[in-house]
């Protein structure tokens, strides 16, 4: 089945540093990614749909500033957190579907654990 | 918000016993998805049930779907420790099938 790999599984970083995160979709292209943020024992948040070769979309009271998204390619897209902050530990997930498939599922990233001290 | 609910927000029992989860969401769909997530993991697909159909199975899985009630059904058969896990619900919006929006989750324990 389709593979959706992300990385770093977690990653720990100082207070005003910026992370990089990466979602790859393996064996498929992906127009389409989305990222998701889940606090503790939470639902997962909606952050913004990641579009190949366009802007990002952004779902409400999400800081496009703070959450730099890119998507130069059908397998890639990158989350950026930009000048991290304690408050934006959390974890964070992607997810991509095959192009045009509505009867499939999504397929998600194992999730990347953020951690600013 | 599209953003469901679900209920219970966990349910503990004993293996071999079934598990009822329910998710109710606010606006039209295309389709109803439930998935699984462990503890600190990405989450796993386990069934599509379109806005057409009523009922679903696939293994111990059993799905349902009421539209005019805006609310799903997952039923667990059997259930083994193993099935400990966060289960959610997602729905997509009517004009926008690629977007997902995930219900609150039902943290299930299954004891040995």
């Known amino acids: 089945g389709a593979v959706v790999s992300q990385h770093p599984s977690w990653v720990i970083c100082k207070s005003g540093t910026s992370v990089k995160i990466e979602c790859r979709s393996l064996?498929?292209?992906?127009?389409?990614m989305f990222w998701y943020r889940q606090f503790p024992k939470q639902s997962l948040m909606l952050m913004a749909t990641?579009?190949?070769?366009?802007?990002?979309?952004?779902e409400q009271g999400v800081e496009k500033d703070k959450f730099l998204i890119n998507h130069a390619s059908l397998t890639l897209s990158t989350l950026t957190v930009t000048s991290a902050h304690p408050e934006d530990s959390s974890f964070y997930i992607c997810?991509?579907?095959?192009?045009?498939?509505?009867?499939?599922?999504?397929?998600f990233g194992q999730g990347t654990r953020l951690t600013v001290v | 918000s599209q953003q469901g609910e679900e209920d219970p927000q966990a349910l503990s029992i004993q293996e071999g016993e079934n598990a009822t989860m329910n998710c109710s969401y606010k606006?039209?769909?295309?389709?109803l998805q439930w998935y699984r997530q462990n503890s600190g993991r990405g989450l796993v697909h386990l069934i599509l049930?379109?806005?057409?159909?009523r009922e679903k199975h696939s293994g111990r899985l059993r799905v349902t779907l009421d539209t005019s009630k805006k609310s799903s059904s997952l039923l667990i058969t059997a259930s083994r420790a193993a099935d400990t896990a966060s289960y959610f619900c997602?729905?997509?919006?009517?004009?926008?099938?690629?977007?997902?929006?995930f219900g609150s989750g039902t943290k299930l324990n299954v004891k040995p």
């Open positions: 997810s991509a579907r095959v192009l045009r498939d509505r009867g499939t599922g999504a397929f």
């Open positions: 064996d498929f292209q992906a127009t389409t």
């Open positions: 990641s579009n190949e070769g366009s802007k990002a979309t952004y």
């Open positions: 606006t039209s769909i295309n389709n």
């Open positions: 049930i379109r806005s057409n159909e």
């Open positions: 997602a729905t997509d919006a009517l004009y926008n099938f690629n977007k997902f929006y």
